[in-house]
């Protein structure tokens, strides 16, 4: 969700050192199933009844993204027995719409970039019998490798804008995570007894039931993808963003100008709840969204390609920030990948000892 992009913009190489014991399998999960069922569950999403809102500016980019990245897989030729196709421009939108989120999600302007050279259109990449991990992390600048000082320093210099929207993000993973491992942990009957306050944000379905990450072992391959994101959109999202609005609102009422105060500037013991009505500066943001959203339907433009470059001066809410998580992970997985051998492997302890050691 967070992962560092390191992809070269204008380059087909994607194949990263794998950080991990685990070896990372494609066929085993179908990121282009994942996104398309992303794309339903986003566009349908019905409105939680305790989120302050959502800014159509994010919206309208993540839809625009969508589409141009579905119409470049539609032409992707089907997948062969030995060879592997890479589509650049399909990898060169990757690249661009992790741009975006990233602007969303760190309310800082993106740096401009030249125009990129005019590649091959699809490189074909041969299987060989030798282990070779070819990433292009060499060739990266200098300023991605950042040391622990030089991310102190920048936490220093950033406005006050960017503080705001960091502890936001914070506030939406760190409760994701949370939720995440909660339903995890959690078997079968024991939501009931649950005392978890996100228990408090879920909403029931029209049959009663809610969506759980069992029912996934047993779907078929190819409703795999669409019950994770049902879990996601209509379960996990639902109690990160009430918890994770409840954090804000918390820290908001100790660090002073966290949170806008509410309109009469008055607060009165036992009232506080996430269903409060909406502040000044929300209603002046509301009246800018439906301007904005007037001009859009005049002129017939979208407001995602007209003013795609200002996503960091836009206001965002944590419904936003949780639907970018989300869609940056999928994306940062279709950008990047792993060979299948390239795994990390132990240490023994003996490794280095100067035990001696006898061999009949």
């Not at 539609?74 to 399909?90: A, D, F, V």
Request: aromatic letters at 6%.
């Amino acid at each position: 969700m967070i992962g560092q992009t390191l992809h070269i913009d204008g380059s087909c190489f994607r194949t990263l050192p794998n950080p991990t014991m685990h070896v990372w399998n494609r066929k085993a999960f179908s990121l282009r199933r994942l996104l398309l069922a992303f794309a339903d569950c986003f566009a349908n999403m019905e409105d939680i009844p305790h989120a302050r809102g959502r800014n159509p500016a994010v919206i309208n980019t993540i839809n625009e993204r969508l589409r141009t990245i579905q119409k470049h897989l539609s032409e992707l030729p089907p997948r062969s027995t030995g060879n592997e196709t890479i589509h650049i421009p399909l990898l060169n939108d990757l690249h661009r719409a992790l741009d975006d989120a990233d602007e969303i999600l760190t309310a800082k302007k993106r740096k401009e970039k030249g125009p990129l050279p005019d590649p091959p259109k699809t490189v074909t990449m041969k299987p060989s019998k030798k282990s070779t991990f070819t990433s292009g992390v060499s060739d990266l600048k200098p300023s991605h490798n950042r040391t622990n000082t030089e991310l102190l320093a920048s936490k220093e210099t950033e406005s006050e804008r960017e503080r705001l929207r960091r502890e936001m993000v914070q506030d939406v993973l760190r409760s994701h995570i949370q939720e995440v491992l909660k339903m995890i942990n959690e078997r079968k009957g024991d939501e009931s007894k649950s005392g978890s306050p996100n228990s408090t944000f879920q909403v029931q379905s029209a049959d009663g039931k809610l969506p759980r990450f069992e029912d996934i072992d047993s779907a078929s391959p190819e409703d795999k993808q669409t019950r994770f994101m049902e879990v996601y959109f209509k379960v996990i999202r639902v109690s990160v963003v009430g918890s994770s609005a409840g954090a804000t609102k918390r820290r908001g009422s100790v660090v002073p100008g966290t949170v806008p105060p509410p309109p009469m500037g008055i607060k009165r013991a036992g009232t506080e709840s996430i269903q409060e009505e909406t502040t000044a500066d929300e209603q002046r943001s509301s009246g800018d969204q439906q301007s904005s959203e007037g001009n859009q339907e005049s002129t017939g433009t979208d407001t995602s390609k007209t003013s795609g470059r200002a996503l960091y001066n836009e206001d965002v809410y944590h419904d936003d920030i949780w639907c970018t998580l989300v869609f940056r992970m999928i994306l940062w997985f279709m950008l990047h990948d792993f060979n299948k051998k390239d795994v990390q492997n132990g240490k023994s302890t003996l490794l280095g000892s100067r035990l001696p050691v006898f061999i009949a």
